[in-house]
């Protein structure tokens, strides 16, 4: 396993610790939401239910992987299950885009929308160290997305969704990328100031070896 894919998974288990007591919040927020949008109080305690303890178990399941273990006891294994468990989680989240839209009413289509591409930006603007992580997580809300545009294409009989929603999810991949590369220069520009900095470290060990050599010459 890469060391790079490994760093990025072990920063994640940080970030969905740190950030699971704020999703709880948001996503209890958005049932609620549902409820005064005519999406079925039912349908709205089930699907922040779920999605609130796949959050959760998702710590654990950081948890159980990282602590304790060093980089070389982790596997392929243990990356594809937490892509797998981030992919389903996601799914199931995107779920509350699709809540809103069949309601039928313009507001609440409109909320979903609102909701899906928020948590687009958010997970392009946090996930930005491994392309593998991102995908996992990212994918199904971004099919969610696209899907619900072609749906309200389709419903409407206009291909305005549809355009929208490919100019919105381009501009935010054109974001992503461009934060993958700002990162990338600004590692690689530390990667070179460690390196002058050894450079610099071994010319002055040379240089005082050189001058104690001197020295010892000079009173013998």
């Known amino acids: 396993m890469m060391q790079p894919t ?10 969905v610790a ?3 007591p704020a999703r709880t919040f948001l996503t209890t927020g958005v049932a609620i939401i549902m409820t005064t949008l005519d999406v079925p109080a ?3 305690v089930v699907w922040a239910g779920v999605s609130i303890a796949l959050l959760a178990i998702e710590v654990v399941i950081y948890r159980l992987i990282f602590n304790g273990r060093s980089d070389h006891e982790i596997t392929p294994g243990h990356i594809t299950v937490l892509c797998a468990h981030s992919a389903l989680t996601s799914g199931i989240y995107s779920a ?6 069949l309601t039928g009413d313009v507001v609440t289509a409109f909320a979903g929308a609102v909701f ?10 946090l996930l930005t160290n491994s392309r593998l992580l ?9 099919l969610s997305f696209v899907g619900l545009a072609i749906y309200l294409s389709f419903v409407q009989g206009s291909p305005a969704p549809a355009l929208a929603s490919l100019l919105l999810f381009g501009a935010l991949m054109e974001a992503y990328n461009g934060h993958r590369r700002t990162l990338r220069i600004l590692h690689e520009a530390k990667d070179e100031a460690m390196r002058e900095r050894e450079a610099a470290t ?3 060990k ?4 050189f001058l104690a050599n001197m020295s010892h010459e000079i009173r013998t």
């Open 206 to 209: 040379a240089k005082s070896g």
């Open 18 to 20: 740190r950030e699971l």
């Open 116 to 125: 899906s591409a928020g948590t687009l930006f958010h997970l392009m603007s």
């Open 134 to 142: 991102f995908v996992s997580a990212a994918a199904p809300h971004a």
């Open 6 to 15: 490994l760093n990025a998974f072990r920063a994640n288990a940080t970030v």
């Open 42 to 44: 039912l349908a709205a």
């Open 202 to 204: 071994e010319a002055n």
């Open 96 to 101: 509350a885009t699709w809540m809103f839209v």
